[in-house]
């Protein structure tokens, strides 16, 4: 079966684009497509274990865009193929046109992250953090996650580096890993003088600020003897 959005115009597409060339910038990996009425969420996997053992938390983000036409689905593509379809619909149009339609490319049904569904109601408002705080511990997580890897490391060693240094608290905001200051401020979703807004529900945290959102999944708690 064929899926395809249909999406109000061309700057629309446009604005998808961008968001899937920055999080396939942060994670070359495959997104998640749910499509209800007139509404289509996109999200992406910024962090996430990739084993058992791997530590890592579970770091998304979500971009939402309306639909000119309502449709209902969910499926899992790679990012890569989206995006060169994006590009193609935007090459393709004129500025006057309404709507586009992009054709999705085949689902992919390997993707261990997308098995996990964050919840669309619910949410609590809890605190607003200055955007500086996030953009500090990516930067610096981006420096230290550069300086630890040897030139020429393997797949293993570099994600040990990296769910170490995303896997950490921040300070301040200690139910917060590092892995979503990342995904915030690599996906361009932080403003200069706009605070970001934290939303939890259940094992969900959500940070929020006009350019889009950031869901992270808390761990369970575990006895250790």
Partial sequence: MVL???IADRLAVADLET?????????????RIIAQSNVVAVYS???????????????????????????????????????????????GSEPGDFPITVTLPHEVVTVTWAGISPPRGGWVRHDEVDSRVFEKVAVEGIEEVAASVPEGAGELIVQRVRSEVWGRPIVGVEHVPAGAAFAVFGL??????EPVTIYETGPWTRLTTQRGHVLMRRKPWTLRR
């Fill in 4 to 6: 395809t959005l249909s």
């Fill in 19 to 31: 968001y899937l060339a920055r999080a396939r910038r942060l994670e070359d990996g495959s997104v």
């Fill in 45 to 91: 996997a910024i962090v996430y274990p990739r084993g058992l053992l791997d530590q890592s938390p579970t770091v998304l983000g979500l971009r939402t865009f309306e639909l000119a036409e309502p449709a209902d689905f969910d499926t899992v593509v790679p990012v890569r193929s989206l995006l060169e379809r994006t590009s193609t619909a935007v090459e």
């Fill in 188 to 193: 361009r979703f932080l403003g200069r003088d």
